[in-house]
């Protein structure tokens, strides 16, 4: 069984500043995939990055990098030059790969950030 | 990029009645749709696994005669929440897997949700 922990129930960081939010996971999977999603007030699952188990280069996806340390099963999203806009619910999420047959995201309890001035 | 579209958005319902939700892709063909429930500050729970032209695949603890779902074609995945009770008021999302690329990134697209209130 897959499970993803995120023991951040909530952040501030000051505009313009970098974040980093914490993601653990737990899998016997040797092939599998790593998100992250962003949910604003609005309800919306917005894909930001994904890091595939065998990638050996941390994702990088504009101000969104993931910090992949695979030994550590750890996957923490690092956003540099908050934006006010980047407040919002933060969910890590994970999948088997390579099953033959469309695999389930296991999602974690999210992260609320708050960009402040 | 590709979109997936539920409808409704918002559903306000007296308790005892039946509520469906649509989740459509629109611009590529989804073997497997997947549907969520979400409580207020809480994680996305999956409830099933919506396969085209079979049985849905229902996790533990979701009632399959409570919790209907239809998936006819290869766009259109239904949830028809029956004889709906306040407990049952919650964010309904929906996603949906490009077929046949399931595993390269960003390829599970959700859609907007639905935020259902029985009274």
């Known amino acids: 069984a897959q499970k993803i922990t995120q023991t951040q129930p909530g952040m501030f960081v000051q505009e313009k500043e970098a974040v980093t939010l914490d993601c653990t996971y737990d899998?016997?999977?040797?092939?599998?995939?790593l998100f992250w999603y962003k949910q604003p007030s609005s309800g919306e699952m917005i894909f930001l990055i994904y890091q595939g188990s065998y990638d050996e280069q941390n994702a990088t996806e504009g101000r969104y990098s993931l910090n992949f340390q695979k030994a550590r099963k750890s996957a923490n999203l690092v956003i540099s030059a908050s934006q006010l806009g980047d407040s919002a619910m933060y969910f890590c999420a994970m999948r088997e790969l390579f099953t033959g047959t469309a695999s389930k995201l296991t999602f974690g309890t999210g992260t609320r950030l708050q960009v402040t001035l | 990029g590709a979109v997936v579209s539920q409808h409704p958005s918002w559903v306000i319902c007296k308790s005892g009645t039946s509520v469906k939700i649509e989740c459509r892709s629109l611009?590529?063909?989804?073997?497997?749709m997947f549907w969520y429930r979400q409580f207020p500050k809480q994680s996305l729970m999956l409830m099933a696994t919506?396969?085209?032209?079979?049985?849905?695949?229902?996790e533990q603890g979701v009632e399959k005669d409570k919790f209907l779902i239809n998936h006819a074609s290869l766009t259109l995945s239904t949830l028809t929440v029956t004889s709906a009770h306040p407990e049952d008021s919650s964010f309904y999302i929906c996603s949906a897997n490009r077929r046949r690329r399931q595993a390269v990134s960003g390829e599970l697209f959700f859609g907007e949700g639905s935020r259902l209130t029985v009274l």
């Open positions: 919506s396969n085209e032209g079979s049985k849905a695949t229902y």
């Open positions: 611009d590529f063909q989804a073997t497997t």
């Open positions: 899998t016997s999977d040797q092939s599998y995939g």
